[in-house]
């Protein structure tokens, strides 16, 4: 073990320890004075956040881009505070008492025993979204990106495990024969859609703009015949939302490129009236989607007035 991934792990949990001695309100207090902080003197990935926001809503002006990004600063660390108390009972009651849309369309599926490709994007209240199925004891496996600090990425999944054991863990590295047999089980797996893939990815419209798509759900349906679903979850008046629902998709002939581009696009482009609907929870606005080349990002001018005041 690494010395560096021990210190590491010692600071988060020192976070993590400090954070528990206060309550809820004094968190939120707390983590949105440090996001309006980083907003004033060091808003991060404010380049990317911008484009992808300009890609989402064309038809803004700067002044209202800007204003938008600021707000999604302050949900963006609020909701990270959360992360560390979801085991708290007034935040368990929130994921117990989910509203659910589209479960029975879910279930349905199960029956007819080929599990379920159950489509995501990255948004900020994941891990409720990942408590909920724990708590659901629906047979889910989730497809993730290991941490490289092994103590870290143990103790998040153990916090997911509060709520019980429903969620399997696979890494993105397990390769598709491993997911294979998640469906071969009949049980739901999660593929989050909304990252840029480069060179591996199919080349799909999203928002207008070329990304590249990952083909893994694609590849699953047409090796497997599992049906694929999407799934969004949300805060909304103080209540979490997760949503699922179809992809309808027609039969295809066989496993080619034209049918993986197909399926893809279909897929994530059910997202795009969610993101517009709560831009601030999307997390993958931080992300690198329509480019990895930094050139790409030219520099966001921020006058003193529309930083303090929206």
Known sequence: MKLKHKLEYILLRSIIFFINLLPVPVILFLCSTLGYIAWIVFPFRIRVAYKNLSAVFPEFSHGEKLRLLRSVYLQFTRTFGLVFILHRKSLKNVIENARITGLDKIEQALQDGRGVILTTIHASWFEAYFAWFNISGLPTSLIYQKQSNPLSDHFFVRQRERYGTSLEHLSSYDGMRAYEKALERNRLLIVSLDQSYTSRGTSVMFFNQPLACAKGAAMLHLRKGAPVFTSVYYMKD?????????????????????????????????????????????????????????????????????????
């Open 238 to 310: 103080g209540e979490l939302h997760i949503d699922f629902d179809t992809v309808d998709l027609p039969e295809y002939d066989g496993i080619d490129d034209a049918a993986i581009n197909d399926i893809s696009s279909k897929s994530i482009q059910l997202y795009e009236s969610w993101i517009r609907q709560y831009p601030e929870q999307w997390f993958s606005l931080f992300h690198r989607l329509w480019s990895k080349k930094k050139k790409d990002y030219p520099p966001v001018k921020r006058s003193l007035r529309q930083i303090f005041f929206k």
